[in-house]
């Protein structure tokens, strides 16, 4: 059985290849994703690492003059999907933006680590070094755009720039600011290809159309967002990815003789491990999400709030808590680790990011835990996604309960997850 799992993941991976760059599926998303790109090399790796190197440098192809890396790049207009460059209308290479359209925001920055890893697998030191200040210009942009003045931590300016899109976490922001009454009337084509019970909200939509309207409105103008948009929010996911991805760009840094950034990229790490404390909740003894402008915390325990680990940040009470947070979620569910809350009352099983396990993010959940002694929790984590695989297929996401398949199918992170990760012959080289 898991040899015929092998060979799917690596079909599916062949099936969405695009020429150099892989869609995460057909029709639902049907152009290049950001941080799907970075975890997808790392399937590919398995059996092609010239390939995986090609879908990092493809990805790099969209990098703003300021550094941003968008978290879609749109090679062609596809009508299946919505919102399009129609709607993003970003700047052009000449006026600050990218060489082909894309989105106007980023995704979590897991670039850093995942070149680190190919590195651990044999990969080049020439394309990696080729990668270098790409990565690093990103990082900065993250540390200068996505750093609220007087602040220590990293916030984001739309849902969908975490990668949680419709997680709880954002009903914080998202209730205090208002749909915009000039927003052109558009169609939904999220909820033609999948069903709109895992889906988000109307309301939620409208949502997140009023703020790249907001971003149109402002030329894109990244600081403009963080200061002044109608969303901004601390993010636990990605301040962690990027703390880590920090530490990982330090020791390429290092590796590569890239000695003359040594010193910024330090300074980076001190600051984000020193930021850790504005996201901890010490009534949900759990690091969670909060409005940058009132303060208020998010009352849920999500994934991302087991990232600690990955981080290698926080205390030792700290991560004390986040465990005894996540040994109580797993008692609750059959297969780890939701993303949300399955005691919280917005917990639904199979509503996108309001429950479902998702595979890249119990990937580095567990690689993070494995690194910080809890191997036990760890190995439950990747084994439990190896039976949801097993059990309903390659899907986007999977109902922790049930462990029935969510949303998109034949789903290369998913493919890519199974053979770099919670494949039984993976996991025997592993060991």
Known sequence: MSHDLDQQAVDILSKNDRGGFTIPTARLYPYQWNWDSAFVALGFATFDMDRA??????????????????????????????????????????????????????????????ILELLAQGGSNKRASAMFDAVMN???????????????????????????DNCPDWEIGLSSMEIDPDIEPYERKDTVHSAASQRPSKEQYDKYVTIIKFGRDHDWDQKVLTRDGPFVMFDPGLHFILLRADRDLLMLAERLGRNDCVAEIQGWIETGVAGVETLWNPELKAFCARDVRSGKFSNGFSSASALCFYADAGSDEQRMG?????????????????????????????????????????HIISKGLAEQGEQIIADRIRADLAAVIGKSGFYECFDPVTGSGCIGTDFSWTAAMWLAWASPKRTARAA
């Not at 129609?86 to 995942?114: C, E, F, H, Y």
């Open 53 to 114: 190197w090609r879908e990092l440098e493809l990805l790099l192809e969209g990098q703003w003059a300021n550094g941003m890396i968008p978290h879609i790049l749109f090679r062609q207009n596809d009508p299946d999907y919505f919102p399009g460059p129609s709607v993003w209308r970003t700047p052009d290479a000449s006026n600050g933006g990218g060489k082909m359209p894309s989105g106007g925001i980023s995704q979590p920055p897991v670039l850093a680590s995942i």
């Open 138 to 164: 990103w990082h900065r942009w993250f540390h200068e755009c996505r750093t609220p003045k007087g602040t220590q931590t990293i916030a984001t300016i739309h849902p969908w720039e975490t990668g949680r």
């Open 322 to 362: 986040t465990l005894e947070n996540i040994q109580r979620i797993g008692d609750a569910v059959q297969f780890m680790l939701p993303s949300w809350d399955p005691h919280h009352p917005m917990f639904e099983a199979q509503r996108y990011w309001c429950g479902p396990l998702w595979p890249q993010m119990n």
